[in-house]
């Protein structure tokens, strides 16, 4: 599991909004043949959008050695 925090401000307008953008991903081994990937992603900008806006992923993937 990797967690990413960052934290932007603009020191010239507004420094005391902070712009946040946290992202997680996660690698899952399910057994010897299947993998699982999930990516959750959280962005904040108060200048481009007044809200929060989320972005999820999950993926599965087949492994076979030959």
Do not use: W
């Not at 299947?34 to 992923?57: E, K, M, P, W």
């Amino acid at each position: 599991m990797e967690n990413i925090l960052n934290l932007y401000s603009n020191y010239f307008e507004d420094p005391q909004n902070i712009d946040l953008d946290y992202t997680m991903n996660m690698i899952m081994t399910i057994n010897k043949f299947i993998s699982a990937h999930l990516s959750y992603q959280t962005i904040y900008d108060d200048n481009a959008f007044c809200g929060l806006q989320t972005r999820q992923v999950f993926g599965i993937g087949i492994n076979y050695n030959f």
